[in-house]
Each structure stands twice: as structure tokens, then as C-alpha cells.
């Protein structure tokens, strides 16, 4: 009796032990997967062209809408430490952003190159690859009064979106 006792005893910590297996395995093995991708269309349009020498990446950013101006900002993300400069792009106390000081005209180029000098560390040399990567962003230019035309970042823009 004593030996049926503690075999009973025993099978029941098995029971109930196993009754929380199912949720562990259970949790182990779920998985899911996801694809597809959408645009986002934010009102302005534009093209960036990135060229490369040595250690210096030079971006050219177009307007493409075809009626109206904007003012254009880049923005650089990398690990690396980085100065942007160039005429009429100016960095100094702005967040982290580059600004353009002057409108593109649709359908126009801004005439000034944005050049993105990047100091490598100690182990990298010529031929090894990297990442970095220009975001730009544009608003379209208000006027004041007088004519004169300026930007303003702090504007919500509407957006939607379509499936690609």
C-alpha cells in the first residue's frame, strides 16, 4: 500500500508538471512572418545624387515638383564621425541637420554641393566598405510679406500613403 501511495504521489507531480509543457513548448515554436512594403508620399518630391571620392561623399539634392519651391535639409546617419559643408549649407547650431539657405525652383538643382567628409577609424583604409546614409527633407517656401521667402520646419505635412 505504501508503495502504491508514493507511485501515485509521484505520477501526479508528473501530471501537473506536464500540464505546463504545452504552454513552454507552445511559446518556443510560434513564429511569423511579415512582407510587403508601402510609400509614403509626404507632398514634395525630389532626387539626391550621391557621388564618392576617397573619403568624401558629395550630395546634389533636386527639386522635382513641378510647381513650387522648397527649402531642402539633409541629414547624416552613420558611426562615423562626419563634418558636412559647402556653399550655402550651414550646420552650426542646428540640431543635426545641414540646411540649404536659399529655395530650389521646381524642377530645378540646388547649385551647391553638399560635401560629407568622413574621418575613418584607425582600421579602416581605402577599399573597405562602409555605411552611411543622406536623408533629406524639404518644405515648401513661404513668403512673407514683403516677398522675401523663408522656411518653416515646425509644419505638419499631410501624407498618405499607397501600396506598393
Given amino acids: 500500500m505504501k508503495k502504491n501511495r508514493i507511485l501515485l504521489t509521484a505520477l501526479a ?4 508538471l ?3 509543457i504545452g ?7 510560434d513564429w511569423t512572418n511579415a512582407d510587403g512594403a508601402e510609400v509614403i508620399h509626404a507632398g514634395h518630391t525630389g ?14 539634392v533636386k527639386n522635382t515638383s513641378a510647381d513650387v519651391s522648397v527649402y531642402i535639409r539633409a541629414k547624416v546617419f552613420t558611426t562615423y564621425t562626419v563634418k558636412c559643408s559647402g556653399k550655402n549649407w550651414d550646420s552650426v547650431g542646428k540640431e543635426t541637420f545641414t540646411y540649404y539657405a536659399n529655395p530650389v525652383g521646381p524642377g530645378e ?4 554641393v553638399l560635401n560629407v567628409e568622413i ?33 518653416d520646419w515646425s509644419q505638419e505635412i499631410e501624407t498618405f500613403t499607397e501600396n506598393a
Fill in 18 to 20: 506536464s500540464l505546463s
Fill in 47 to 60: 532626387e539626391i545624387d550621391e557621388t564618392f571620392d576617397r573619403w568624401i561623399k558629395h550630395v546634389t
Fill in 13 to 16: 507531480a508528473v501530471l501537473v
Fill in 109 to 112: 538643382t540646388a547649385p551647391d
Fill in 119 to 151: 574621418t575613418p577609424p584607425a582600421d579602416k583604409k581605402d577599399g573597405d566598405s562602409f555605411n552611411v546614409i543622406v536623408v533629406y527633407e524639404a518644405v515648401p517656401a513661404r513668403y512673407h510679406e514683403d516677398g522675401t521667402p523663408y522656411a
Fill in 23 to 29: 504552454s513552454a513548448l507552445a511559446y518556443f515554436t
